[in-house]
């Protein structure tokens, strides 16, 4: 029988998983798709990057660079839940794609390579989530290496994240000698590379296996319930309270490659995940459950199938119903929209989609009329969903079109590929030149090659090197207070800003213009 609306939505879980290159990320995810029974063969994710887009110049950048620079969605059910996961670029330069597609997620998973621990860009993402009061739930992954001792990286995440962890198991040995995993959660005992009918041993009372097993000839048995104790007594009590405002953290061991402990971290992890939370707008928060449709867009990507230079514009659902044909309006522009081409991921295909609810992610054609941050509402409705993070640019240059006869390719080629978010856009107030500025060097490169690829023109470049931004609070400034250490420029909503050329030109700077109210938005962050 259908769900009713409510079941629907409460049977969505919408997540996205954040690491560190190489912690294993996308074998995760197909793991995790296989168990969906979305995609049949391990190996599809990867092919995707390098198979099907290859027609693609665009994706040449990431397929030399062996990154994944480009977000997608995939979804799947999976006992009662209909699973979206959002994918995210792993490499620094387009961490600002990162951070929006976690504003449209309800809870995230963290991977972490044991033998590595935390690392960087791990660390910036988590921070990411707490600050948004995301629930995290965590996977140390490749236990089937040898790595470090569990209960050092458990005093990592609490030494380093600042946040404490209730692990939902607990391995027994790892490398060479990884026998499995103890389960606290579901009372039993998970053996590595044991056959399915023998895989599982149930624990007596007192957590641990009764009679005689060969496992309890090996010395790790011991010194696994022994540790199991030691985090009985000493550690975290388990609360789904704590879990759902992310300050507890779930941890679970595995090894995504060898398909070990993926399930049963699947399984929990739907148990305890949320479903679609309440989002803030400028009426309040958005309860998921209202009937009314509303949602939106947190990323633009053009050129997904080259042979139609289309864009899809990324919506998040967050209240109501999406049904194709319905009229919507974009409060930002005052317009009205009918939404009649619409497209949901599965990992290996894209399909057309006629309903989803809150919580859902789907893809609308776009010709030009999105930008990212939209809101969209039904009806009378005019509200606007909170902005979107912005980071603040480090790296500028220079730009202009090589052929002065290629302008109008050139404006529109800026114009699109600033409303993806690919890039920042600036005007010099004094001097009208283009200024972009970019969170990491790559988004350049890709700029140019995208201008030349999607719009056919080449673009000239000159760097301007790194620069501190700083908006202005003030309406007006004097236009006299540009100049090459303080350059005065527009951003792309017409907001005022100065590049300065170091931190010791800011203050001299403030010190001069104390009148000059700055401001950094990354502050908040
Ligand atoms: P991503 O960059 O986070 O997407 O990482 P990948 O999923 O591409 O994995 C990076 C490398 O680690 C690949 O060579 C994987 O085969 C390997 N890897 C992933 N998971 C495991 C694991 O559980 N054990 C071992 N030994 N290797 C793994």
């Not at 049949?40 to 110049?57: H, L, Q, Y």
């Not at 470090?148 to 994240?161: F, K, Y």
């Not at 998040?316 to 929209?337: A, D, H, Y």
Request: hydrophobic share 35%; glycine share 8%.
């Amino acid at each position: 029988m259908a769900k009713n609306f409510k079941d629907e939505v409460l049977s969505r879980r919408t997540f996205a998983i954040i690491s560190h290159p190489d912690a294993g990320k996308t074998t995760l995810t197909e793991q995790l798709l296989l168990f969906g029974g979305a995609i049949r063969d391990a190996g599809t994710v990867k092919g995707k990057k390098t198979g099907k887009f290859a027609t693609s110049d665009w994706m040449e950048i990431e397929k030399q660079r062996g990154i994944s620079v480009t977000s997608s969605v995939m979804q799947f059910e999976y006992q009662n839940c209909r699973v979206n996961i959002l994918d995210t670029p792993g490499h620094q330069d387009f961490s600002e794609d990162t951070y929006r597609t976690l504003t449209a997620v309800d809870s995230a998973v963290m991977i972490i390579d044991s033998a590595k621990g935390i690392e960087e860009q791990t660390l910036k993402l988590f921070k990411v989530c707490r600050m948004r009061g995301i629930p995290i739930f965590t996977f140390i992954n490749k236990l089937d290496r040898e790595g470090r001792a569990p209960l050092e990286l458990l005093a990592e995440l609490e030494e380093v994240m600042g946040i404490e962890s209730y692990p939902m198991n607990w391995p027994i040995g790892m490398g060479k000698e990884f026998l499995g995993i103890y389960d606290r959660f579901y009372k039993r005992i998970e053996q590595f590379r044991v056959d399915e009918d023998k895989r599982y041993i149930e624990l007596n009372e007192d957590g641990e296996i009764e009679g005689d097993h060969q496992l309890k000839t090996s010395g790790l048995y011991d010194q696994t319930l022994e540790e199991i104790m030691l985090l009985n007594e000493a550690g975290n009590e388990f609360s789904r309270e704590r879990i759902e405002k992310g300050e507890l953290t779930p941890v679970f061991f595995g090894s995504a490659l060898t398909n070990f402990g993926v399930q049963t971290f699947l399984e929990t992890y739907l148990q305890f995940a949320p479903s679609p939370q309440a989002r803030n707008s400028s009426e309040g928060k958005i309860d998921p459950l209202n009937e009314e449709f509303s949602g939106f867009i947190f990323k633009i990507q053009a050129n997904m199938n080259p042979a139609h230079r289309d864009r899809i514009a990324f919506l998040r659902i967050c209240s109501g119903k999406f049904e194709r044909g319905m009229t919507v309006n974009i409060p930002r522009i005052g317009k009205q929209l009918k939404l009649a081409q619409s497209t949901q991921f599965m990992a290996d295909d894209r399909s057309t989609v006629d309903e989803a609810v809150s919580g859902d992610i789907i893809g609308l054609y776009d010709s030009g009329t999105y930008q990212i941050g939209d809101t969209l509402t039904i009806g009378k409705n005019k509200f606007q969903f909170e902005r979107l993070p912005q980071f603040t640019p480090e790296l500028f240059v220079r730009v202009t079109a090589k052929n002065v006869m290629k302008q109008k390719h050139f404006h529109k080629g800026i114009e699109q590929l600033v409303q993806e978010g690919a890039i920042q856009l600036f005007r010099n107030v004094r001097t009208e030149e283009y200024l972009l500025g970019a969170v990491g060097q790559l988004q350049f490169e890709v700029f140019e090659h995208r201008m030349k690829n999607e719009y056919n023109v080449e673009v000239i470049m000159e760097r301007l090197g790194s620069k501190i931004t700083r908006w202005v609070e003030n309406e007006q400034v004097n236009e006299n207070l540009s100049a090459a250490r303080s350059i005065l420029v527009k951003d792309r909503y017409g907001k005022l800003a100065f590049l300065f050329e170091n931190d010791f030109a800011l203050r001299w700077f403030q010190d001069k213009n104390p009148e000059v109210k700055l401001y950094n938005p990354m502050d908040d962050y």
